[in-house]
């Protein structure tokens, strides 16, 4: 080899050499653009599956409303399609993938199996209501915790026995304010002092409403159990701020409001004779003389069992049909109490289904013990269907005549907000939830709570 070819060998060695690194970090980029690519494809991909499931979800919260706003029945309880039926809220395919609509089971149903259906808040205890013996009995607050949250909710700056007033709140690492009103959402009680989620969430560590393994096993896994075989609800599982009653019978009509009733609508709507009806004015009108009692100022009746006291006496002339209710008994009481209310106001407080309470939430109320409670479950689950109306406790003799005194117009058998809680899955197990609260005791339906997976 000529001595002059040597550098055009090295010049073309080196070349190569650099040729070689071309193609390699191209090589190198490239694949790293591939990568990326298929990285944003995927998570565009992931996205898409994300707003997929949600849609699917809200198929599921859609189904709801619609079975919802066709129910037309005089009670609610468990034999409604709302409560647990698999064909309308079992997983249901669609494009893409498919919803399902689900809750927590009932006292009579089976604790690892879910419902499919909705959450009757009317089978709750409004929060923002009870007093601080049903808080206690329903739950496993003590004094101190309960004192707390009756101040939370009060209107006052007062702090009450053990309780706790703004300043606590505002002395926090973290101050905040208190509420000082009615709560607006469960998760709110976090914020009082001394309760968390375990308060919240009792037994039901993963909020999932069923009794999984975990939480049937003592200590031996978080969370503490006591191994008894049922789930052992939490606050937030017990109680609601969403309920009320609304101020109307089983049949949509306005009720009878018996503080400012004149004597012509009782004799005619419920047969009463002359004596009666004019014993029942005079009674919720008192002593006071050119008033107006349509002003709600002379309100007289401060419940429908002060009913029992009214007392008719006949007048020369009075003349009545036959069969005319002559007197209140607490029998008549019951078979007439849904078209009887002591105001004009279109919404009441909150009362308990007893198609719908659990065991825990009926023995929350006034003189209703555990053995109690239990008459109603064993009640409901017969093959009577549910209660039609209150009155059917007393005539039925679930209760006593002193029980369903104290508890008439604390019940009911009608409910208007359920929770709805909707999850989608896509084909490639992407799964999205939303939790709806619904009011169907508007026109039209209203939501008062929307929370869903982001």
Not at 35 to 40: D, E, F, K, P, S
Not at 96 to 112: C, I, L, N, R
């Amino acid at each position: 080899m000529r001595p002059s070819a040597l550098p055009r060998l090295r010049r073309s060695g080196v070349a190569l050499i650099a040729v070689m690194w071309v193609i390699l970090v191209a090589g190198l980029l490239l694949l790293g653009l591939t990568l990326r690519i298929r990285a944003t494809l995927l998570m565009a991909h992931n996205e898409l599956e994300c707003v997929r499931a949600h849609w699917l979800a809200r198929a599921g919260v859609e189904q709801a409303l619609a079975v919802l706003s066709a129910d037309a029945a005089a009670a609610d309880g468990p034999g409604d399609l709302w409560y647990d039926d698999e064909l309308t809220f079992g997983p249901t395919e669609l494009t893409g993938g498919s919803f399902m609509v689900t809750a927590p089971p009932g006292d009579e149903d089976a604790p690892d199996r879910p419902r499919f259906g909705l959450i009757d808040h009317a089978g709750r205890l409004n929060v923002n209501e009870a007093e601080a013996q049903q808080l206690a009995a329903v739950s496993t607050l003590e004094d101190w915790q309960v004192a707390a949250l009756l101040d939370w909710r009060d209107s006052d700056t007062q702090v009450s026995p053990n309780g706790a007033e703004g300043p606590f709140y505002e002395g926090l690492p973290h101050p905040y304010a208190i509420r000082n009103g009615p709560l607006r959402t469960i998760d709110e009680l976090r914020l009082v002092r001394g309760i968390d989620q375990a308060d919240l969430a009792g037994e039901d560590a993963n909020d999932n409403g069923i009794l999984d393994a975990h939480e049937n096993d003592g200590a031996a896994r978080w969370p503490d159990d006591n191994a008894d075989g049922r789930l052992q609800a939490g606050l937030a599982r017990l109680v609601t701020v969403y309920a009320y009653e609304l101020n109307r019978d089983a049949d949509g009509n306005e009720r009878v409001n018996v503080n400012t009733v004149d004597e012509q609508t009782l004799i005619d709507r419920f047969s009463f004779s002359k004596a009666l009806a004019r014993g029942l004015v005079n009674h919720s009108s008192g002593s006071r003389q050119g008033g107006d009692r349509q002003g709600g100022g002379g309100q007289r009746f401060g419940s429908l069992m002060d009913l029992l006291d009214v007392k008719g006496r006949r007048e020369e002339g009075d003349e009545d049909a036959d069969g005319a209710v002559t007197e209140i008994t607490l029998a008549w009481l019951a078979a007439n109490l849904d078209a009887l209310t002591l105001t004009d106001d279109e919404r009441l407080p909150a009362r308990v289904n007893v198609n719908t309470a659990s065991g825990a939430v009926l023995a929350s109320l006034p003189q209703i013990n555990a053995e109690t409670a239990a008459s109603i479950l064993r009640r409901r689950a017969s093959g009577s269907g549910p209660v039609l109306a209150v009155g059917e406790l007393l005539t039925g003799r679930v209760l006593s005549e002193d029980q369903f005194k104290a508890v008439a117009e604390k019940v009911t058998v009608r409910s208007n907000v359920f929770e709805i809680r909707s999850t989608g899955v896509t084909r490639w197990g992407i799964r999205q939830s939303i939790v709806a609260i619904a009011d169907r005791g508007t026109t039209p339906m209203s939501i008062l709570y929307w929370y869903q997976d982001e």
